[in-house]
């Protein structure tokens, strides 16, 4: 074998237990998940909150490596995620009545995507704010530390700046910023 197949080999192998541990370990920590598409990944453990129900499509990512991304739903809630979405560490996605994730979406480190004034599930029984549903298009990115607020629509292949807050409605291809995000760049 020459040097050149041998070190080729060798780098293959090399990332197989990377491979290994981010595959099982999606089936493994996704498990209270109601359906997991084929492919996704996890690297590191998210936490995950199921009362309701959350959907994960095919080939999504999941990096909780520095801070665990948190999945939480509310007894109503319902979470969708679509195909090829990748979801950074310290992550919050919270549902009490609908938040729906199109596909090719990427959602940066820290951002805070909660379809209640007061994100989480809260107590079993307890009585929550008014939920109003969030819609995030395909093909979206939102940068660092953003946070969507509840009833916010942000458009397809729409991108919201680093530490911006949503509100409102964001067309298809905007790009937007600030608190709170108002459009920069119209769609062209």
Same mark, same amino acid.
């Given at each position: 074998m020459t040097a050149s197949r041998?070190?080729?080999?060798?780098?293959?192998?090399?990332?197989?237990?990377?491979?290994?541990?981010?595959?099982?370990?999606?089936?493994f920590w996704l498990r209270s998940c109601d359906r997991v598409g084929p492919g996704t990944k996890?690297?590191?453990r998210p936490l995950i909150d199921n009362r309701g129900r959350i959907a994960i499509g095919a080939?999504?990512?999941f990096n909780s490596h520095w801070v665990p991304i948190e999945l939480v739903t509310g007894t109503q809630g319902v979470i969708e995620i679509g195909d090829s979405v990748f979801v950074n560490y310290g992550t919050l996605i919270s549902a009490n009545k609908q938040v729906k994730i199109g596909n090719g979406v990427m959602l940066g480190n820290y951002c805070i995507v909660a379809d209640t004034e007061v994100a989480g599930?809260?107590?079993t029984g307890a009585r929550l704010p008014d939920a109003?549903? =969030?819609?995030? +298009?395909?093909g979206a990115w939102l940068a660092a530390r953003v946070t969507v607020l509840p009833g916010a629509s942000i458009g397809a292949?729409?991108? =919201?700046?680093? +530490?911006?807050?949503v509100a409102g409605?964001?067309?298809d291809g905007a790009i937007a910023g600030?608190?709170?995000?108002?459009i920069i760049r119209g769609s062209e």
């Open positions: 041998l070190s080729q080999v060798w780098q293959r192998a090399w990332h197989i237990p990377n491979w290994l541990r981010s595959t099982i370990g999606a089936r996890t690297h590191w080939k999504v990512r599930a809260g107590p109003r549903g =969030i819609v995030i +298009g395909d292949r729409a991108v =919201i700046a680093a +530490g911006s807050v409605n964001i067309p600030g608190i709170p995000a108002r």
